[in-house]
Nanobody, 117 residues
């Protein structure tokens, strides 16, 4: 199952973007028990974890995005989202969604976010 993240684009520093990653091909019962995350990869750098949503609704964020980014899930739409506020040029990267389900690990095609100063 290939996921497709969307919502990327160009934005000026201080702006906001919301990324979405629908998982319509994952059956609902599996989706509800899945852990979800967003990763990003900047040019010339390794992929890094940005935010994760784990069991019980707990969230973890990379230090540089704490207070600016919010990961969420919409179980009815089987979608994981990443709200990004107060964006900085250092946030420029390709963003990937990841769903860890009992049936496997699913990754989305990346979506590019470019933040200009």
């Amino acid at each position: 199952v290939q996921l497709q993240a969307s919502g990327g684009g160009s934005v000026q520093a201080g702006g906001s973007r919301k990324l979405s990653c629908p998982a319509s091909r994952i059956i609902t019962s599996v989706f509800l028990k899945s852990q979800m995350a967003w990763y990003r990869q900047a040019p010339g750098k390794p992929r890094e974890l940005v935010a994760e949503l784990i069991g019980g609704g707990s969230t973890n964020y990379q230090g540089s995005v704490k207070g600016r980014f919010t990961i969420s899930r919409d179980n009815a739409k089987k979608t994981v989202c990443l709200q990004m506020n107060n964006l900085e040029p250092e946030d420029t990267a390709v963003y990937y969604c990841n769903i860890e389900a009992a049936s496997g690990s699913y990754w989305g095609r990346g979506t590019l976010v470019t933040v200009s100063s």
